[in-house]
């Protein structure tokens, strides 16, 4: 068999650590990835490659066991298994026995190669994984730090992300040990559990409702040194008291009383930060929209903000005093006088 560097074709030292083999990887997986160069067989070749070399040197036992055999370590390491099958009971452990080698053996390069299934030999990216975190409107505002408890993917410990587990029995009359698979019951043949995790997230200035935030790497994590897959969070804007959200402006009801939209004043009104004077023009009607310019929300990447509405609902006392009856019965007939009444009502005719 063709000795094959595997150091040389992933560029890297011997001595190379585990974070600089799997930085290594992951540039010359992108780089030469098939579906980045269609058609190309020397970069699917190349692809093939960095993959194999991947999957051992990023194995530590593996990786010692090419260091010291070379790289047709694996045939080596078979003829020792095949001559262990003889050996007395005791002399021979599962442990010793490789998954990947067992699928080779019985079932060929087809079964042994799966890409994406958990019985595959070569590294296996880790899952996206898709959360829905709710934010208040303060939140979107001021973009804080929010701890998140997260399930995350991990290889299982038990078939070490192989899905199956070797069983072995060994018939004392031919001296032969018998090897079987089973699924694998820690993991129920995914080859993946979930364990929790605690993860500190910068909410950006300028999400919105659906926005997804990407947390590159923090997926489920890859299999035989596959790299992590991606989080996406998922924002969810929970109801505010007051204010009412449309893309990155701002809308709240203020009522105010028929004297003052009538003859017009100035209402001490919040924003998401600060208190402001609103000025309410005389003779300002009901359901009015009245703007205060750049008291939104916050915009991506810098692009300003966006207004806050308020718009007006003129009010009358549900329970008049007697004085005030009487000043609306003036107004009333000050407003027949002057026949506003058949001005309003005109459309009604």
């Not at 067989?41 to 194995?59: P, Q």
């Not at 080596?76 to 099958?85: G, P, S």
């Not at 997260?150 to 992300?161: A, D, H, K, N, Q």
């Not at 959200?245 to 809308?251: K, M």
């Amino acid at each position: 068999m063709e000795y094959k560097d595997y150091y040389k074709i992933l560029d890297i030292s011997k001595n190379a650590s585990e974070s600089e083999i799997k930085n290594a990887y992951r540039k010359l997986a992108r780089k030469f990835h098939p579906d980045l160069n269609p058609g190309n067989k020397s970069s699917e070749e190349r692809f093939k490659e960095i993959n194999e070399a991947n999957e051992v040197l990023s194995d530590p036992e593996k990786r010692r066991k090419y260091d010291e055999l070379g790289s047709n370590w694996e045939q080596i390491q078979r003829d020792r298994d095949y001559a262990r099958q003889y050996a007395r009971p005791g002399e021979w452990s599962p442990e010793d026995f490789d998954l990947g080698d067992f699928f080779t053996t019985f079932f060929g390069e087809r079964m042994s190669g799966l890409g994406g299934g958990p019985f595959a030999a070569g590294p296996r990216p880790g899952e996206d994984l898709e959360y829905e975190i709710q934010l208040t409107l303060e939140d979107l505002y001021q973009g804080p730090r929010k701890l998140l408890k997260l399930l995350v993917g991990e290889t299982c410990p038990t078939c070490r992300g192989q899905g199956l587990v070797m069983t072995s029995s060994f018939r004392e009359g031919k001296r032969q040990v018998v090897t079987s698979a089973q699924t694998c019951g820690t993991c129920q043949g995914s080859g993946r559990i979930r364990s929790p995790r605690e993860i500190q997230v910068k909410i950006p200035k300028g999400v919105k409702e659906g926005s997804k935030i990407r947390l590159a790497g923090m997926g489920d994590k890859g299999i035989r040194g596959g790299p992590a897959g991606d989080l996406y969070l998922v924002v969810r804007v929970l109801p505010h008291r007051m204010f009412r959200i449309e893309e990155y402006d701002l809308e709240a009801d203020l009522p105010v009383w028929a004297d003052e939209a009538a003859l017009g004043t100035q209402i001490t009104v919040p924003t998401l930060d600060q208190k402001v004077l609103l000025k309410i023009p005389p003779g300002t009607q009901s359901e009015r929209r009245l703007r205060l310019s750049g008291k939104g929300m916050h915009k991506p990447r810098g692009a300003g903000r966006g207004d806050l509405y308020y718009r007006i609902r003129v009010m009358v006392p549900d329970a008049a005093s007697p004085g005030e009856r009487e000043l609306f019965a003036e107004l009333r007939r000050l407003r027949i006088e002057r026949g506003n009444d058949r001005a309003i009502r005109k459309h009604l005719e």
